[in-house]
């Protein structure tokens, strides 16, 4: 798997074979500074030291936050979509990896994966129902193809907003 981001760091020995071609086949003369000149100028001018990799996790994180409030829980699918969530809702949170997702299920925040997961989760620990509920999908297109944690979550709670960003994340706000 070729992921562009990595191109800076593996390339060196590209780099390294271009100097030495360039060496071999071109005396030292003007033609060698110019050539070396108009290579050093590209790369300066294409290069990229931190690309964006399409991920909108701060604004998932900040749309959830505006949403949430003490009598919110919330679903986070698939369930290794926390990490980089939990990045953007509470660094501290991140920081602490092993405690991670304790921290976030003291928030009323769940990672899951199926129904069942959302099922222990649904109801407070006195028994009740949560009044609202946050759903984030970041494309649960594999772990969950036909959809039915949303729509068991339908099926409890009325749907109030849906929210769309960029291209996988789906955030839904239902209430009782």
Known sequence: MFIDRY??????????????LINYFIDKTKYFIIVILVFITSQLVTLQLNPDNNRRLKTVAQIVSTLKNKNTVTFIAPDYAFMGFSYHYNIEYFKQAPNTVKLLNQDNIFP????????????KSDGTKWPYCIYVQA???????????????????????????????????LYN
């Open 7 to 20: 191109i800076l760091y593996t390339s060196i020995p590209f780099y390294i074979l271009i100097a030495i």
């Open 139 to 173: 494309g649960t297109e594999f772990t969950d193809p036909h959809n039915m944690i949303l729509k068991e979550l339908e099926s409890k709670y009325k749907m109030h907003k849906n929210f769309h960003v960029y291209e996988i994340y789906d955030i839904h706000y």
């Open 112 to 123: 899951v994966n199926s129904i069942d997961n959302v099922n222990m989760f649904i109801s």
